[in-house]
């Protein structure tokens, strides 16, 4: 699946993009991803990408012609559907990251300062996603937690392809949290692993792990 993201902090990525799951899809070309400097796309000798906004206000709005050429640009590459990470988009969801992911492609935009002039939003924008109700001072980590969560859904790039029907907010789990889990040692600090986790009997295994969702 492929990725383009705008930002006016290119940078903010690359370590996160560089560790884990989302490296090993790179590596293995299941994610593709492209970071795209929004400055780089402005009509104006200081890379101007904000101004005042209209009728007065605190703070600075992003302005229209920065992004739409970007994404007009982008888009000849990548025409899939053009995400605005923002406070008052649908909230991500577990089922809306594993519809996303059947996706080829998307743009994300991340916003910044009071957000994006709504032009770009009216000519570009196809739907606008929240990852909480809460205020961040930019989408760029809005943008890792929705490519983090969508990637799990991507065939081959989890270990083991069964990993997400089991977890917190799956069908499978009918939306309760996951069971507790235990690794080595079999005690620690005086507290031991449940007896049945042992006992190899897969039935007994499976109902004790039915019985602790909480």
């Known amino acids: 699946m492929r990725f383009d993201i705008i930002t006016i902090f290119p940078t903010i990525f690359d370590s ?4 884990g799951m989302i490296r090993k899809g790179t590596e293995q070309h299941l994610l ?3 970071i795209h400097n929004l400055r780089d796309y402005t009509d104006n000798k200081w890379g101007k990408v904000d101004d005042i906004p209209f009728g007065g206000g ?22 899939g559907p053009v995400i ?24 994300l935009i991340c916003g910044r300062y009071e957000g ?18 809460y205020i961040l001072t930019g989408g760029e980590l809005a943008a890792m937690v929705l490519i983090d969560s969508v990637c799990r859904f991507i065939p081959e ?6 990993s997400h029907q ?25 507290i031991a692993v449940p007896e049945v986790l042992l006992s190899g009997n897969h039935a007994k295994i499976n109902q004790w792990r039915t019985d602790h969702l909480s």
């Open 58 to 79: 605190a703070g600075m709005v992003m302005m229209p012609q920065p992004l739409y050429s970007a994404i007009q640009e982008i888009k000849k590459s990548n025409p």
């Open 84 to 107: 605005y990470l923002s406070p008052k988009g649908q909230t991500l969801t577990h089922t809306r990251a594993q519809k996303m992911a059947k996706l080829k492609s998307a743009i």
């Open 166 to 190: 089991e977890e917190t907010f799956s069908r499978k789990l009918h939306g309760k949290k996951e069971y507790p889990h235990f690794t080595k040692p079999r005690e620690f600090q005086g």
């Open 32 to 34: 593709d991803l492209h």
């Open 157 to 162: 790039l989890l270990g083991d392809e069964n």
């Open 16 to 19: 996160y993009f560089k560790e």
């Open 116 to 133: 994006i002039d709504q032009r770009v939003i009216d000519l570009c924008v196809d739907q606008e996603i929240s990852i909480g109700k």
